[in-house]
Structures are given as structure tokens and as C-alpha cells.
């Protein structure tokens, strides 16, 4: 089973920190994504751009709204992601864990749910592959 573990970081928590002990998170981070990676339970792992280069898109009544930044004023971002495959949720958790970035913020394990199903459930064509 396939689940999105979405990084979260209070930039200011981050911002306090000694760039040597940011540096040795990130080394951490990196190490444990290496560890997962020759596991093979870890798919992707990418980090986003700040909050401030992002656009919010919404359509309501037929019209586009377009607005710089985040969708939602918060203190914690989201900082990255990493898609992983566990047995469980349980397992997922465990690798979140080893994140540094729970101690900054928060990891939230989602689990995916594979589009192919949800065309299954919703009488659409197969993807078209490429």
C-alpha cells in the first residue's frame, strides 16, 4: 500500500535554528530517505518551493480566481513529501517518525488511493498511456 507522508515545518522554529544543526537535520533527512530508498519503500521524496512562490487556484461560478501564496494563513508549511510503500499505516508512522522534521513540525501519513480504482468505481476509461 502506497502513502504520502507530507512534511509540515513551522518556519520560524526553523529559522531559530543554528545552521549546523539545520545542516545536520537535513543530513539526517537525507540519510534516512537514502535507507528507505535502498529499502525500496521509498518511491519519491521531494521538497516544495516556500509558501510565497506558490499561486491558489479556485473556480466558483464559472469564474477563476488566481491569488499568490497558500490557500490558508498558517504557521506550519508545507515543506516536501515522500511517497512510500508499507505494509500499514503503522509501518508508514514508523518512517515518518525518523523524520527530523517531526520535532520542527508535523508529518501527516495519508494513505493514496489508486486512481485506477477510483476509475473502476466511477465507470471511467482506463488512463491512456503514453
Request: hydrophobic share 40%.
Amino acid at each position: 500500500m502506497k502513502f504520502m507522508l507530507l512534511i509540515y515545518n513551522d518556519q520560524s522554529l526553523l529559522d531559530a535554528l543554528p545552521k549546523e544543526e539545520f545542516d545536520s537535520r537535513m543530513r539526517h533527512c537525507l540519510a534516512h530517505a537514502d535507507d528507505l530508498k535502498a529499502e525500496g519503500t521509498l518511491l519519491d521524496s521531494q521538497i516544495l518551493a516556500p509558501p510565497s512562490a506558490a499561486k491558489s487556484v479556485r473556480i466558483r461560478g464559472g469564474r477563476q480566481t488566481t491569488l499568490d501564496g497558500p490557500f490558508a494563513e498558517t504557521k506550519e508549511m508545507i515543506a516536501g513529501f515522500n511517497v512510500v510503500e508499507a505494509d500499514s499505516i503503522d509501518e508508514a508512522v514508523r518512517m515518518a517518525a525518523e523524520f527530523p522534521w517531526a520535532r520542527t513540525g508535523c508529518v501527516e501519513v495519508r494513505p493514496i488511493i489508486d486512481f485506477d480504482d477510483v476509475r473502476k468505481q466511477v465507470g471511467a476509461p482506463p488512463a491512456r498511456r503514453q
